[in-house]
């Protein structure tokens, strides 16, 4: 596999149900790559390691056509035949576009929902299932929010919203982040679902942009932004992302101004079975965390609570309680 250049995410998963792994390569400005694992010279009686592992290109046998700039991707058997789909977060033509709308940009490429058919090809099953999200995504999740065996998805958008899909076991998902205490708008750029505090019930945490810049949400910078919007094309060609947006926060700009800048957040899940309901955990003082990038969770100390580690890429002023 040398020489195998701009990968985004790699991940691991057994699409043939062979024993062997496989593995799935996420590219951004090249076609993106699976290759199935086979072990090598394997000890008699299939004991012990392996000498060795060779992986194949099935790109082509499997049907797989991904040319879009994708940049993460998360396994999960969404339909639950036993077979391991993939579902690709896909950014945007960023070399002839720009993400339009600040906080909302919706004029990405769709993501992808990839069905498993026996591990011999892939059915591209985006618009039937309902998340072809057309955000400029950076990171993906998955996982069972509301315990009913069927995982959901997460999806992190830059310049936009996360967006949370919940799996309605029929083939097709529901869109439900408002509904679900989990709306939240701006630089996206990590999602990572994990049972944070210990009751059985998948959180949440997602990173965003933590900046003292309180002057983005405030009257004086969004009415100058309107005016600005007004005497600009874009009113138009975009307007009804900008209805959309409106509805979707019943006109409250302030809110979402400030929003865009309160750093990383923690949604713990208070649901009770069929409706995902989240709170968000401001006291966990866990959304200080600079201009968030990627984030996971993970027990780093071997006591057996998670904890999280949350990359970021620029640091704000030292002006820190101002959100
Ligand atoms: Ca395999
Ligand atoms: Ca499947
Ligand atoms: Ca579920
Ligand atoms: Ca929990």
């Not at 999960?76 to 600040?102: C, H, M, Q």
């Not at 892939?122 to 009913?148: I, R």
Request: charged fraction near 25%.
């Amino acid at each position: 596999m040398a020489g195998i250049g701009r990968v985004h995410s790699a991940i691991f998963a057994d699409f043939d149900n062979d024993g062997d792994k496989d593995v799935f390569l996420a590219r951004y400005d090249s076609s993106s790559l699976i290759f199935y694992g086979e072990s090598q010279n394997v000890p008699e009686g299939g004991v012990g390691v392996p000498a060795g592992y060779l992986f194949q290109d099935k790109s082509e046998d499997l049907g797989l056509s991904l040319t879009e700039p994708c940049v993460s991707a998360c396994c999960l058997d969404f339909d639950r035949d036993g077979f391991v789909d993939i579902y690709v977060g896909v950014n945007g033509d960023a070399k002839n576009e720009v993400p339009r709308v600040p906080f909302f940009a919706r004029n990405g490429k769709p993501n992808r929902l990839l069905r498993n058919v026996g591990g011999e090809r892939f059915e591209d099953v985006t618009e039937s299932s309902g998340v072809g999200d057309s955000g400029w995504t950076l990171a993906v999740a998955c996982g069972d929010l509301n315990g009913d065996g069927w995982t959901d998805l997460g999806v992190a958008n830059d310049f936009g919203r996360k967006n949370i899909y919940r799996n309605n076991g029929d083939g097709t998902f529901q869109e439900c982040a408002k509904e679900a205490g989990t709306l939240d708008f701006s630089g996206g750029m990590g999602i990572a679902f994990a049972d944070v505090d210990g009751d059985e019930r998948t959180d949440i945490y997602t990173s965003n942009i933590y900046s003292n810049q309180r002057w983005l949400g405030e009257d004086k910078a969004l009415l100058q932004y309107s005016r600005n919007l007004a005497r600009s094309k874009w009113i138009i060609s975009d307007f009804s992302e900008y209805w959309d947006l409106y509805r979707i926060t019943e006109g409250d700009w302030k809110s979402l101004g400030k929003m865009a800048g309160e750093g990383n957040s923690l949604f713990l899940n208070r649901g009770d079975g069929e409706n995902l309901k989240f709170d968000e955990a401001r006291e966990s003082c866990t959304n200080r965390a600079g201009w968030g990038w990627g984030v996971c969770l993970a027990d780093l100390d071997n006591d057996t609570d998670l904890d999280i580690y949350a990359a970021n890429g620029w640091i704000t002023g030292k002006k820190v309680d101002d959100l």
